[in-house]
């Protein structure tokens, strides 16, 4: 019975209504952010610069920096706006870019992830064929992959979710626009948007844990091969982070996407939202430099470099 959408726009529900609070919001989310690019960008600039540095494994460092800096910018700057203007609205358009690249930003950050698992599998299990199986011709072929994948499936989610109407309320509870909280509000049937979201979901995140699990059942029962020294710990220190965001993560998303619409709630949505639209990209640089001797070092040149 209902021909059009008649929403033109739509209403973010922020962290809160008191003024004192909102201002709070904004400066942590500004802080956050600043961080998160601030991390990101230097991960990008020193591997770009430090030559010996050009390796597969910080190649896909860096494509997942540049990932991150996008996925963060789809969502915290908006969200700080509304904060500082007291002012939650969203235009329908902004909406529909905000959820596309939400969506491929979170299939890329998974898939880039997952194809750096794989990359410290062939480093750990086969050293002498690394430069044979990782070459750059295979990089950059996996990388492509991943990222046109991601696009497509922000593309097809996006335009899943959009083509609903909505009509009865134009409030997301959520800060930023997201699947779960837009199909509660559409006034139309959403099962089959449901049910497609779960598939998607389950496809892209079983696929990957599998390829994680296998990749690391490996990687751990070289390692526990290797005497005890300085391998062993610096394989440890190398792979423990990266499972340890990547479970994060894919159990977040899982938890956001796989959910039915009655077990929703905007509190633990916010929360949800925060741990893997926001803690990742934040924490990526933090694990991948801080716990990473060869940026570390490059970092030393390049300051002492400067200082001379």
């Known amino acids: 019975m209902i021909n059009q959408t008649t929403v033109t726009e739509f209403i973010l529900q922020g962290f809160s ?36 540095l050009h390796t597969p494994m910080y190649f896909f460092l860096v494509v997942l920096s540049s990932v991150d800096a996008c996925f963060i910018s789809s969502t915290v700057p908006k969200s700080m706006v509304n904060s500082f203007m007291n002012d939650n609205r969203i235009s329908f ?6 959820l596309f690249f939400v969506v491929a930003c979170t299939t890329a950050e998974v ?26 011709n295979a990089c950059f072929q996996m990388t492509t992959i991943a990222l046109i994948l991601s696009v497509i499936n922000g593309m097809i989610q996006t335009a899943n979710t959009f083509r609903l109407h909505f ?36 496809t892209v995140g079983f696929f990957c844990l599998v390829v994680i699990l296998v990749s690391y059942s490996y990687i751990f029962s070289a390692v526990f091969k290797i005497q005890p020294g300085r391998g062993k710990y610096k394989a440890f220190s190398t792979c423990i982070p990266h499972l340890t965001m990547f479970s994060l993560f894919v159990f ?8 039915p619409q009655e077990m929703l709630s905007p509190s633990i949505d916010l929360l949800a939202a925060v741990l893997y639209a926001v ?12 716990r990473n001797k060869d940026i570390q070092v490059a970092l030393r040149k390049r300051k002492s470099l400067n200082v001379t």
């Open 17 to 52: 209504d008191m003024r004192e609070l909102q201002i709070l919001h904004f400066l942590a989310f500004l802080t956050l952010y600043l961080a998160t690019l601030m991390g990101n960008f230097l991960i990008i600039i020193t591997v770009a610069l430090v030559h010996h």
């Open 93 to 98: 358009s902004g909406c529909v870019c905000q």
């Open 111 to 136: 898939s880039l992830l997952t194809v750096m698992a794989y990359d410290r599998y062939v480093a750990i299990c086969h050293p002498l064929q690394y430069t044979l199986i990782m070459n750059w």
């Open 167 to 202: 009509c009865w309320s134009n409030v997301v509870e959520q800060y930023f626009c997201d699947i779960p909280q837009l199909l509660r509000i559409s006034c139309t049937d959403t099962k089959f948007n449901e049910i497609f979201t779960f598939v998607c979901v389950l």
């Open 252 to 259: 977040t998303v899982m938890f956001t996407y796989m959910r």
């Open 279 to 290: 803690l990742p990209p934040l924490m990526n640089p933090v694990i991948y430099t801080l």
